[in-house]
Structure formats: structure tokens, C-alpha cells
DNA sequence: TACATACAC
DNA sequence: TATGGTGTATGTA
């Protein structure tokens, strides 16, 4: 049948093309604020200065591998007759239908992302940035720019030396995840109110299904993006862009419309949708990439309307996968659920690795040591996590930058540093002789711990148990049960077991609310009498509640639920990075430092509390702070980096929704849309690119509150940090608290952590601990707004990853990646909280035993060196479930009185952006990223 | 299961 | 001189 729409008339080509023509579309497609390039000049100067690299040849051999397979396919559509193209075309007609069928628009969508994020961070720590074109990255590699430099072509991914080009004004600062990571859990506070089930794409972006919230209020999500993307621009000073659509697909491509600092709003209807996707140029969809768009270009698809036109033609050449991909994008719909929870005590991801670029090695020697090196780290952070996976791959990349990955796959599951190590050496003396610029070692088939269906799990017995008695149930290990518990597995149930309870108590406490009112709140205070004055927390009793997050997060964390910040209820924002901070870890080389982070404060009313606090530093203390954070790490500048994390995000599975039946038959389903109802008529405006307006300047006053002690406390060189993990595990957890007793929804994981950071002197190691477990996540692969898929990732973080040694100079990566936890170990430190738990773990609750192990003083069980931490959490855990009876949190107290939080979020699958799955309701999600982006720009 | 690719941030 | 790190999905064998 025919195609009732036209493709955008695109002259179909062989798909290859000259050289240096190719080479032209490499950081020159289209992307927010490089509206106004001169593209010829920067594919000039790109190619000038790649084109005798390795790298660049590396291009030319993948670029001659698509144009092989456009060849291919060519040969295939030709050699189609037109009873299979209509067979094709026939089916996919159908396949529409389907699409169509389970369509909703109903629901309400926003996709909010932040503009140039990392550089905008940077650019609140120095506001003379602000005009100048700046990137966040090295000489290596530039993880992200402002839009000053962007109206020069500098760019993500692109190679700092070539953005020096470009523009040689152009500034580097170097990555610092941490204040990544906090600036966007401040941000996640602002979302949660509006959708406490938000989904965070990475670090920079989530999504929210506001119909609820719009239903309830009586607004519309435009409106709703208007208000948040001003709460954002006042209370975090950093402009965002959002999309509104009926689906996440539409969102997400909308919020770049109008970026930066702008909303696009696409109406849940199949007029304005149709007008909206036909136009939409095939790159801007989440899922198609580079590759994707060449090889649809070749066959003159270059809008979304093309791939509805051409749907017997894709049908035939493309995989059932990929072409309901097609079909769904042609036809605007993705995923209009959230993802899917993960299930309790079930491995989310799907893999763990770590690798690392340097400068190129062939010695066998220095390969092995490397080999050794990553086992190491691959193992720490596999352990961070008690998995045990069997499944190991080794990664190399040539000096010619061609990837070669072996694996192999064991009869059992290991996680040792000894085992990956042995297994990762045999892999690569296999390879030898081989001279590489990376290397990498990835962990995968992981052994799924618990909860198999025939086996009780802790929480089960203990709902069991806790219902049929009216007593509390008893702690762990008031059951007589014994140090197994310390291990990963049984944190897990631990923590079903804390949710129960949690779930329990809030049923309890709700009902106790009602009738004596603020009791509970009272009991909170009471509760952390010693540590807080609970006068400040008055003011929260006016929040208003939302009663929607809170019945359906209060509880999901576990012990997690702590709470934090130390500023005090009514002093909105989490942040307040005051004690910030402490670097979980040594310098890094390079990067900008962590503490500087000043989030700001928020209202008034907050900023003058503030002031009083003995933590808040005046402007010009924080202005010192920064400065001197700045020079400290200046040292950094050459040698190893090291990262922070980023985050992460999820998404789930698609479910199917409801129908919707068009009229009329679907032979030509193009029709059908068109001629669908639909009122509304929105203004379609398809600017891709804006002029790139200014980043938004925030209010001097907002840039009050910061750090103060931060900078103060420098940990001690070879200081190691440690996460709780009582907090942490669970990753992927969006890291939302909420505020028990005034349900305020402000903290994040980093507030968190700020609490629980408690050095271990010595104690050998890395601290990348922190960085790397962060959040290693990030992953996408889906199809943004439709992936189906549902995996889970974690979030990470990790940074710098930079070169090692020769190389004076050492890049870090900082990537965006997503993940929360743990990655934000070591940073913060928060007042409240967080005494509490440093007291828990580094008081003195232990004594020597013999044979070299620790005996707790407080449940007398003997503990080795290696498990006091997680010890230690367990304690805090159950010191909080029996706490705070009431309900999810814990706290409310503090010095200044802090606000306790309750985490909020859970876990949930997550469907990269890309994936294909599930052409209609996929999900999916994540990501992270890193960058080499510090070396050192002094080249 | 093994490997390479594509994609996302 | 110089081009990142982590993760998931997909296609093919
Ligand atoms: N290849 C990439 C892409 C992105 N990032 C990091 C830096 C970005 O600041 C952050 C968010 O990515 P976005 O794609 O959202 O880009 P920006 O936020 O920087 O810019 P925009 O205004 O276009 O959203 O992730 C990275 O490290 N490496
Ligand atoms: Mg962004
Ligand atoms: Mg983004
Ligand atoms: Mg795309």
C-alpha cells in the first residue's frame, strides 16, 4: 500500500560518501545551542586535526563497515518484488494497528534535563565562567561545554584539543562529580513533588508522569513544567528544559526543542502528535544514533514520517525488534508507565565492569600488572555488592582503538580479586603479544541470591512474625541469628525486613496521627532529643503534604531511611553542603574540587536560619572556600584522577495500556491519523535550535548557604571513607527522602551520605571506593521513550579515569552516568544524622578480641576487621527501626534542627533510553559515562 | 555462549 | 601529543 505520507524528500544515496564529507558529521549534527555554527568551518578544522590519527582511521574503517552494510541492504530492497513489499507493508499495517490500539494519551509526561549541566555546576561555583566559552573535561576529552562555547562547535565527547581549536579561549575545568551528584539531588527533591516516581534518565534528566498531580490540581503539565523549571531556577540557580507529552518518547524529544531554559509541550493528541513526529528529524530520537540515521538516510528516511512512508521496505530489511521500534517512533508512542520495580532481593544488573585507558603498553609485565589493577578494583566493587557472577570479559583496545573482547564463562560463580585475576590473565595471555591503549574487565551472569521461590525469606518470617504478635519484631539478631546476617544476601532481607517494619509502623503511626495529631511528630523529636532542638522544626508542620508520594515511598528504604541534612526542616534544600564534603578521598588529580558546591539556599526564611547557624559561612567565607578548594587540587593537575559518580536512572517494562480505537480501518494508518480528531491545535514549532540563550542568572542571595567546614576538613591523606552501606545498598534507589514528620521532600542520597562517612584511618585503600562504587550505570540502550526492557543499573560514577602514568598529566573521565549510591560515599557529611551515625560506628563500640577479630560491644558478636562497617550499618539500621516506631523516618532533629528524611524512591528495571525492545510500551534506561576528560590542558 | 556494534549519558 | 567509562540491547554465528 501506499504511503499516504511523504517522506522528507531525501535523495536516497549509496549511503557512502567522501571522506572528508563523512568526517563533516562528526560533532557537527544537531545539538542544543550549535544552532548558529559555522559547520563547514568546524569539519574543516576537525578533520584537519584527526585526520592522520589512529582514531580517525578508526572512523574510516567503521565508516566503511556501515556503508558495507547500506550496500547490503540496498542489494536486498532491490532484490524485493512488490508483492513482498506489499506483504511488508501489509503486516506492518497491522503492526500499526496494534500500536495504535494500545496507544494512551492520557497520561501526562515531562522529561525534564539540565542545560549544559555539568559546565552550568561549574559555572555556580564561578560565576565568571558564565560568559566565557568554558568546557568541563581535559585536553583529552570534554565531557560537556557551556553554550558560549558551544556557538564555537565545542562539544561533548569531542577531544579537548580539537574544542582548543575550535575556540582557543575556550576554559577547562575539570569534572567533579560530587557536586554533579548534589546539584542534581537537589533538583530530584524538586521533581519528587510533583511525581515522587520520577525516573532518572542520568544525572541531568527524569522523567515524570505528572497526571496525577495535574488531575489533582487541577493544572496541566505545561504549567507544571513552568513551575518547576522556576523552583529549579531558584532554589538549585540552574536553568532546565522540559518537554510535555503523553508518553515518554515525546517528552524526552521535546524537552530539547526549547533548550536551553525552555518547555515544549506536545498535546495528547494524534493531529498534534502526528505533526509533531513526521517533522522530527530521525537523529533526535532516543535509539537512533549515528549509525541508525546514516543507514535510514540512505534509503531517504530522514523524518520520523519516513519511517511510517517506508514501513514495507524497513519491514523487509530491518528486525521485527527495530522495525516496531520504527513503527512506534513513526507513530509518536512510547512508554507511558514507569518503570518496573525490581524485585526484592534480586540482582538488578545485568554486569559490572571497570577499565581503564593509558598510555599504550605491550609489555607483558605492565599488561598483567594492569590486568591486576582492574581485577582489584572490579572486585572491590563487586564485593560493595555481594556479587558473584561467572562470566568474565576482557577488553582491549588496540592502539589502533579496534576493540577486542573475550570471555569466558565459568561452571561457578566467583568474585574474588584472586579468582577475576586468574581468569582475566588467562584471557589475556591469549592475546599476547598485543600493544593497548585500554583495558577492562567486566563481571557478568551474576549468581541471583536469594528469594528463590521456594525459599522463606527474612521478611516473609518476620511479617509472619511480627503479625501475629503485637510486639515489635525483634532485631536480627535477637533471633539468635548469627553473623551470616553481615553478609549481602541477608542485608537484603535485613532491609525487606526494615520495610516491613517501616510499612508497619507507618499503618501504626498513621492512625495515631489521627488521632492525636502531632504526636508523632513530637515522638520524632523526642526520639533525637540529644541531638537537636526541635523548636526549628515547626515550620514544617506547614508543609503541606502530599499524600501521594508519601504512602507509596515512605517506606521502600529500608534503614536507609535516615535522615539527614543538617539544616533544618524548614531550609528546603538538601544540600547544604557545609560539612560537605570531605573528600572522600585524596585529590583528585584534577578535578575541580568537590566542596566548593554551594548550594544555595532557598528562601528566605531559610537563609536567614541559616545565617545563624554556626555552619553557614558568610559569602565571603565560602568565597574562600572555593577559592581555596581550587588551589588545593590544583596539584591535581597531573596525575590520576579519579571520579565521582554520577547516577542513574531506570526504567521498566512497558505495560500495555488501554486502547484507543481510531475509526476507520487501518490500511492506511497514516490516514487515519490524519484525519483523527483531535482539537487542541498546538503550535508545532519546529525550531530545532534555538538561539541559545543565556544561561539564567540566579539571584545573588541564592548563593548563600555553603560549605563551610568543608573545605576545613581535609581528610587525612591516606584516609579512606566508607559508605554505609545500610544506606546504600539498594542502589538504583533514587535517593528521595522525605521528611517523616513534615514531608518535605528534599534529600538524596548525597545528603545521606553526608551523615555516614566515617573514616577508618589508615586502612589500606583506594579511595576510589567511593567514586567507583558510585555509580557505575548507566546504560541505555533502548530506545529512550519506548525501550521496553527492564534491567536495572546502578549508577556510577566513577571518574577520572583518566591515564595513568607517563602521561604527566592524567585525564580523568568524568562521564555523566547515573547512579546514585554509593558513588556519593565519601562526600558529604551532614550534621545531624550523621553524628549519629559516626558515633555508632567509630565510638567505641568495639573491642579487640583475640585472633585479631573485633567483638561488638553491643551485641557481643565477634566481627572481623573486614565486616565492622557493615557491622556497624546494621546497628545503625536497627538502632533506627526500633527508633522510630512511627514511621519511615527517623529523625527530625538536629542541631538546627534538621529534617528527617525518608528515602523515597526504589529501585526499578531500567530500559535504556535506546532500546528497541518492545515497540510499544518498552522502557528502559540509564547511563553514565565518564571521561577522560581531565587531562590536564596544559598540554 | 561468544563477540562485535550501537547507543546513551 | 592528544579521542573517556559503565552498562544494556541487539544481531549474528
Ligand atoms: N558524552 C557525554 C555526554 C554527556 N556527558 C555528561 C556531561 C553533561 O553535562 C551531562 C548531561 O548530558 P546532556 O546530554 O544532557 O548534555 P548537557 O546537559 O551538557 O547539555 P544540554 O543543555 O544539551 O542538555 O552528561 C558526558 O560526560 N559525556
Ligand atoms: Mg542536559
Ligand atoms: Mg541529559
Ligand atoms: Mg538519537
Not at 600488572?369 to 572490579?378: I, V
Not at 476507520?664 to 541559545?692: I, K, M, N, Q, Y
Not at 534529600?747 to 585503600?765: I, K, P, Q, R, W
Request: charged share 25%; hydrophobic share 35%; with cysteine.
Amino acid at each position: 500500500m501506499q504511503q499516504s505520507r511523504s517522506q522528507s524528500a531525501a535523495p536516497p544515496s549509496d549511503g557512502s560518501m567522501d571522506c572528508k564529507q563523512w568526517f563533516g558529521t562528526v560533532f557537527t549534527n544537531d545539538k542544543a545551542g550549535m544552532g548558529a555554527v559555522d559547520k563547514d568551518r568546524i569539519k574543516n578544522i576537525v578533520y584537519e586535526m584527526s585526520k592522520d590519527s589512529a582514531h580517525f582511521r578508526n572512523d574510516l574503517r567503521k565508516q566503511s563497515q556501515t556503508e558495507q552494510r547500506v550496500r547490503k541492504m540496498k542489494e536486498r530492497a532491490s532484490a524485493l518484488s512488490p508483492a513482498e513489499i506489499a506483504g511488508h507493508t501489509k503486516a506492518m499495517d497491522m503492526k500499526i494497528a496494534a500500536l495504535k490500539a494500545s496507544a494512551d494519551l492520557t497520561r501526562t509526561w515531562l522529561h525534564i534535563d539540565m542545560d549544559a549541566f555539568f559546565a552550568s555546576v561549574e559555572e555556580l561555583d564561578d560565576p565568571s565562567l558564565k560568559d566565557k566559552p568554558m568546557a568541563v573535561g581535559g585536553i583529552g576529552m570534554i565531557s560537556t561545554a557551556n553554550y558560549v562555547a558551544r556557538k564555537y562547535g565545542v562539544r561533548s565527547a569531542m577531544p579537548g584539543f580539537i574544542g582548543r581549536r575550535l575556540c582557543p579561549q575556550l576554559v577547562f575545568v575539570k569534572p567533579c562529580f560530587s557536586k554533579y551528584v548534589k546539584v542534581a539531588a537537589a533538583t530530584r527533591a524538586i521533581l519528587a513533588d510533583y511525581d515522587p516516581e520520577f525516573e532518572a534518565g542520568s544525572l541531568d534528566e527524569a522523567y515524570l508522569d505528572v497526571t496525577d498531580y495535574c488531575q489533582m490540581h487541577s493544572t496541566s503539565g505545561e504549567a507544571v513544567a513552568e513551575v518547576i523549571r522556576q523552583r529549579v531556577r531558584e532554589e538549585v540557580a540552574l536553568t532546565c528544559s522540559c518537554g510535555i507529552g503523553p508518553n515518554r518518547l515525546l517528552a524526552k524529544v521535546a524537552s530539547d526543542i526549547r533548550k536551553p531554559d525552555g518547555q515544549f509541550a506536545i498535546p495528547g493528541n494524534t493531529t498534534a502528535i502526528t505533526r509533531f513526529i513526521d517533522l522530527l528529524p530521525i537523529r533526535k530520537v532516543p535509539g537512533i544514533g549515528k549509525v541508525s540515521e546514516q543507514v535510514l538516510k540512505a534509503f531517504g528516511i530522514e523524518t520520523c514520517a519516513g519511517l511510517i512512508a517506508n514501513r514495507g521496505l524497513l519491514s523487509a530489511l530491518f528486525s521485527p525488534v527495530s522495525t516496531n521500534f520504527f513503527m512506534a517512533v513513526g507513530l509518536g508512542i512510547g512508554r507511558t508507565q514507569h518503570g518496573e520495580q525490581v524485585e526484592e532481593g534480586a540482582v538488578g544488573r545485568k554486569g559490572m565492569s571497570c577499565e581503564r585507558t593509558f598510555q599504550a603498553m605491550g609489555e607483558p609485565a605492565e599488561l598483567e600488572a594492569k590486568c591486576a589493577e582492574l581485577s582489584e578494583k572490579l572486585a572491590e566493587d563487586l564485593a560493595s555488592e555481594g556479587l558473584k557472577g561467572k562470566t568474565i570479559t576482557l577488553k582491549l583496545k588496540e592502539t589502533n582503538f579496534e576493540v577486542r573482547t573475550r570471555n569466558i564463562t565459568l561452571t561457578r560463580h566467583i568474585s574474588s580479586r584472586e579468582d577475576v585475576l586468574h581468569e582475566a590473565l588467562k584471557l589475556l595471555r591469549a592475546e599476547l603479544p598485543i600493544t593497548i591503549r585500554l583495558m577492562g574487565i567486566r563481571m557478568s551472569s551474576f549468581l541471583e541470591t536469594n528469594t528463590g521461590p521456594g525459599q522463606r525469606t527474612l521478611s516473609a518470617f518476620l511479617k509472619t512474625d511480627s503479625a501475629d504478635s503485637a510486639a515489635k519484631p525483634a532485631p536480627p539478631h535477637q533471633h539468635g541469628w548469627n553473623q551470616t546476617f553481615l553478609d549481602r544476601e541477608t542485608r537484603q532481607e535485613l532491609d525487606e525486613q526494615m520495610q516491613q517494619h517501616r510499612l508497619k509502623q507507618k499503618s501504626e503511626q498513621q492512625s495515631i496521627k489521627a488521632s492525636a495529631g502531632m504526636g508523632a511528630v513530637s515522638d520524632g523529636h523526642a526520639a533525637d532529643a540529644t541531638l537537636a532542638a526541635p523548636a526549628a522544626c515547626r515550620t514544617c508542620e506547614e508543609t503541606d503534604v502530599d499524600p501521594g508520594p508519601q504512602n507509596s515511598h515512605a517506606d521502600q528504604l529500608g534503614p536507609g531511611k535516615l535522615n539527614i541534612n543538617a539544616a533544618g526542616c524548614s531550609q528546603r534544600p538538601v544540600l547544604q553542603m557545609k560539612n560537605a564534603l570531605e573528600p572522600c578521598q585524596a585529590p583528585e588529580a584534577g578535578s575541580s574540587q568537590p566542596l566548593e558546591l554551594t548550594l544555595r539556599d532557598w528562601q528566605p526564611a531559610a537563609a536567614s536560619q541559616l545565617a545563624r547557624s554556626q555552619d553557614a559561612p558568610s559569602d565571603g567565607q565560602q568565597q574562600r572556600l572555593q577559592q581555596g578548594t581550587r588551589t588545593d587540587l590544583s596539584f591535581l593537575g597531573g596525575h590520576n584522577s579519579r571520579g565521582s559518580p554520577e547516577q542513574q536512572q531506570d526504567s521498566a517494562s512497558g505495560g500495555k495500556e488501554i486502547g484507543h480505537s481510531f475509526p476507520g480501518d487501518l490500511t492506511s494508518c497514516r490516514d487515519v491519523l490524519d484525519t483523527a480528531d483531535d482539537a487542541g491545535e498546538p503550535d508545532l514549532v519546529h525550531a530545532w535550535d534555538e538561539e541559545p540563550a543565556g544561561i539564567g542568572e540566579m539571584p545573588e542571595e541564592a548563593h548563600q548557604s555553603g560549605s563551610q567546614g568543608a573545605a576545613a576538613k581535609a581528610t587525612p591523606p591516606g584516609a579512606r571513607t566508607w559508605a554505609c552501606q545500610v544506606c546504600t545498598f539498594g542502589d538504583n534507589r533514587p535517593q528521595i527522602l522525605r521528611c517523616s514528620v513534615c514531608d518535605a521532600v528534599r534529600g538524596t542520597t548525597l545528603d545521606y551520605f553526608m551523615g555516614h562517612n566515617a573514616e577508618v584511618s589508615s586502612a589500606s585503600a583506594s579511595q576510589q571506593d567511593a567514586q567507583d562504587s558510585a555509580a557505575k550505570a548507566g546504560s541505555r540502550s533502548k530506545r529512550p521513550g519506548l525501550d521496553a526492557t527492564g534491567s536495572k543499573q546502578k549508577s556510577i560514577l566513577r571518574f577520572f579515569a583518566g591515564f595513568e602514568p607517563p602521561a604527566k598529566a592524567a585525564e580523568s573521565s568524568a562521564l555523566a552516568g547515573s547512579g546514585n549510591n554509593k558513588a556519593l560515599a565519601g562526600e558529604q557529611r551532614a550534621s545531624s544524622s550523621v553524628q549519629t551515625h559516626q558515633q555508632a560506628r567509630s565510638g567505641g563500640m568495639w573491642e579487640r578480641a583475640e585472633g585479631g577479630s573485633w567483638l561488638c560491644k553491643q551485641c557481643s558478636e565477634d566481627v572481623l576487621e573486614k565486616d565492622k562497617s557493615t557491622h556497624e550499618d546494621f546497628h545503625i539500621a536497627l538502632d533506627m527501626s526500633r527508633k522510630q516506631p512511627g514511621q519511615a523516618v527517623t529523625k527530625h532533629m538536629q542541631r538546627q534542627g534538621s529534617a528527617s528524611m525518608t528515602q523515597t524512591q526504589r529501585k526499578r528495571k531500567v530500559t535504556p533510553s535506546g532500546s528497541r525492545a518492545g515497540a510499544e510500551g518498552m522502557n528502559k534506561r540509564s547511563v553514565k559515562s565518564v571521561a577522560a576528560l581531565l587531562r590536564p590542558t596544559t598540554m
